[in-house]
């Protein structure tokens, strides 16, 4: 809902014709994944419905407001870096996440909307980083777009991701910087054929 | 970002020319512009037609016209999913469902503005080669969303209506189906547009007359001002008509459309009378 906001916002704000325009349409697609969540969450009993509309810490409502901040009609890649860089590639890590650890036949309505999102997102993050290649076009550029990337990016690694920590799964992060995750045993499979039936 | 944001911070590239709508107006080849017939007319009415002299730079004219117009809309459009937190309508609330729409009508907008510059293109014209004036963008400023529902949905996607309306017959008459059916296609979307704002605003002031006499007065001093001094009206000396059917369906009821063509009519009439008074003061002088 605050991605489909702060499109719309924006649409004013940029001076590039062709950016308008995209900004346009990405504002519908986000306004619909909204109305999407908005009919699916109520229908999920576990779902306490205060929760629906919260932010899920204060780190992500400073990242909102971070990458929402700016306005100024020469600040078109900061606006696209947070969007396209930082908060769709995230959207798209929790909702892959998602899809791929929850029940296909309890929660086969979420997944079924999910999909859809997951393409709308795919489709919008390529516009997105084709309308940055246009943009940046010299060396200072490159620092002013990984400048403000790094920024946004430090604080939604605070959040833990736009749902929190656990978004995307525990944290491999144990005791100190160890980045790679320990070997795991691989779980025993459950689709083991059964005697009955088999031909 | 702001919550609300001023006309006058609109972000246009350099080939964008902004100015206000007397200066526009002016402009001899927009439809309605220029202050006197020209003596060079051959038409008898001043209704857009392939055949008059003037067609081709009238008809470039409002197809410029058409494309701001339509940037200007989608910016306000996606003002209005942004400014408004989303709650029961009351104060600076509006009901989730309704920024929903304006998120939908930015991106009809923002396909209608790439169909008009290429349609533009196909015309022969370059951007900024007429002025933009921001009257559209001003009317979608208010504080008020459903003074911004009354004057850009209602009133201005109303005139919208009557415009394509008029390019769509114009792009039959001149054997131009790319023109024919782009208007068309647009037309359908404006009729969208403008149902939503009239069930929007019933809905919204349902229980709240004042701030709808407020909003549907707001709605009639927009389409005064762009009645184009009566270029729009049922007679023959409008530029272009005004889409009785379409505007019924998009939810306009009978009393509002004759309210609209009585404007109309009243702003023809402030306009002859300003003219005459003009060509006295030049035969005294």
Known sequence: ?199 | MRQFFPVEDLARDERFVQTNMAERIKDPRVPGGGSAKKKSSRSSTNKLTPDRHDASDRARGLMHGIMVGEIQALEGAGRTAHDFDAGDGSGDTIPFALKLDMARQAWDEARHVEISAKLSTWMGTELGEFQENTVLFEAACSNDPVLRLAGVNRALEGLAIDVFTQMKEFGDLAGDPFLEFCEDWMLADEVTHVKMGSDWLRKVTENDPDRRAKALEFQQVVDKLFSFGGARGDTAESSFQLARRFRELAGFTDDEVETIAGLDQQALVERKAAINAMQAAVADS
């Not at chain 1, 986000?30 to 929760?51: F, Y």
């Not at chain 1, 990242?63 to 769709?88: D, Q, S």
């Not at chain 1, 290649?133 to 833990?160: C, F, M, N, W, Y």
């Not at chain 1, 656990?166 to 491999?172: E, K, L």
């Open chain 1, 1 to 199: 809902m605050k991605l489909f906001e702060a499109l719309g916002g924006w649409i004013a704000t940029v001076p590039e014709l062709d950016v308008k325009m995209r900004l346009g349409t990405h504002c519908y697609h986000h306004a619909w994944h909204a109305e999407l969540w908005h009919k699916r969450l109520p229908e999920l009993r576990e779902m306490k419905p205060e929760r629906l509309t919260q932010p899920a810490n204060e780190a992500m409502v400073r990242f909102i407001e971070a990458m929402t901040e700016p306005e100024a009609p020469e600040l078109t890649i900061e606006k696209l870096v947070g969007v396209y860089r930082v908060l769709i590639p995230h959207f798209i890590a929790a909702y892959t996440y998602h899809r791929n650890n929850t029940s296909e036949i309890t929660d086969a309505p979420t997944i079924r909307s999910l999909n859809f999102i997951l393409q709308d997102e795919f489709d919008d993050w390529r516009d997105g980083e084709m309308m940055l290649q246009s943009l940046i076009t010299s060396p200072a550029d490159v620092e002013r777009a990984a400048a403000h990337q790094a920024k946004l990016e430090s604080i939604i690694v605070e959040a833990g991701g736009i749902a929190g920590h656990g978004s995307i799964g525990p944290s491999t992060v144990v005791d100190g910087p160890q980045l790679t995750p320990e070997p795991t045993t691989p779980e025993p499979t459950t689709t083991e054929p059964t005697t009955e039936g088999d031909a």
